[in-house]
């Protein structure tokens, strides 16, 4: 098989997750042997980052590339849509710190290569085939992501989060020509519990229900659902309906556990190249996705 290119390049804009600001990424198409680079235009010399497993420096709600000055956040969504495409080479331009999060899932990203589609390059396309079991575990969290033999890529992903409004799931696919119809469209998601901690680092400053999904199962006060109302720009919610918070209906039962496992594929694609192999993950997070891609980085 060939390694793939975009045939052209396209161009996103929105607000980013975290810092709320107007962001605008492009792709465009790279040569043969390019991988996938992220160049920050808006800093001086443009500088330009490798997407790979080590040069990630945080996983606090999102995968973040980092060297020095340069930071790039909520890359997760971009890169499962490239990967699961099979696109092998592009150099990505973003005019600040994070890529839009537009509608908190993959799809846009998707339409977007369905529409400029891809070019076969002079290149033969290299593959990491896992040839033997491999796992990683994080006994306080109960979190696992291991890996076997297998002739493709396949995920397998079982989310638990201890609710009762977001029961455990589990969500899986078995080839990636099935990601733009049964995965690509599950948003991201966060507990109401959740956001003002988030908010007190510094996070989702852009978040709205135009972009997640938010589920409600702890009451709290009238006045505290008023203040996450107003730091969010939500309109008024009764404190006492527990439940789903969202303007667009759930696209599918499980679509919390098919965005984890969308969320794996981004952070896999750090690997730096394909992988042979069935992916099986209990409670995955970024912190241990990450941990699991720079253990296949080194079988490379």
Not at 103 to 111: L, N, Q, R
């Amino acid at each position: 098989m060939k390694q793939l290119t975009l045939s052209r390049g396209f161009s996103l804009s929105g607000k980013g997750l975290h810092t709320g600001l107007e962001m605008t990424v492009t792709f465009l198409p790279a040569p043969a042997g390019h991988g996938y680079r992220i160049c920050r235009t808006d800093l001086e010399g443009r500088p330009v980052l490798e997407a790979l497993a080590e040069n990630v420096i945080d996983t606090t709600r999102g995968t973040v590339l980092g060297n020095g000055e340069f930071r790039c956040s909520t890359v997760e969504h971009a890169l499962s849509a490239l990967y699961s495409a099979g696109v092998d080479n592009v150099l990505i331009e973003v005019n600040g710190p994070e890529f839009p999060i537009l509608d908190g899932s993959a799809e846009p990203y998707v339409t977007n290569l369905r529409k400029v589609g891809l070019t076969a390059q002079d290149m033969e396309k290299k593959c990491l085939e896992v040839r033997e079991p491999m796992e990683v575990r994080d006994d306080e969290t109960g979190s696992t992501v291991s890996v076997l033999p297998a002739k493709d890529f396949r995920l397998t992903v079982t989310i638990d989060f201890n609710s009762e409004l977001l029961p455990m799931q589990t969500a899986s696919l078995s080839s990636m020509k099935d990601f733009a119809r049964e995965i690509a469209s599950a948003r991201t998601f966060v507990f109401v519990r959740d956001i003002q901690p988030l908010l007190n680092l510094g996070l989702i400053k852009g978040g709205d229900l135009e972009n997640a999904i938010v589920i409600y199962e702890t009451e709290t006060s009238q006045e505290n659902m008023d203040k996450l109302c107003q730091l969010t720009g939500v309109g008024h919610y009764d404190a006492t309906e527990l439940g789903y918070m969202q303007y667009k209906p759930l696209v599918w039962e499980n679509e919390p556990a098919r965005h984890k496992l969308l969320d794996l594929i981004g952070d896999l694609s750090l690997v730096g190249m394909p992988i042979k192999g069935h992916i099986v993950a209990t409670k995955p997070g970024h912190t241990i996705n990450n941990i699991f891609a720079r253990k296949l980085r080194k079988l490379i």
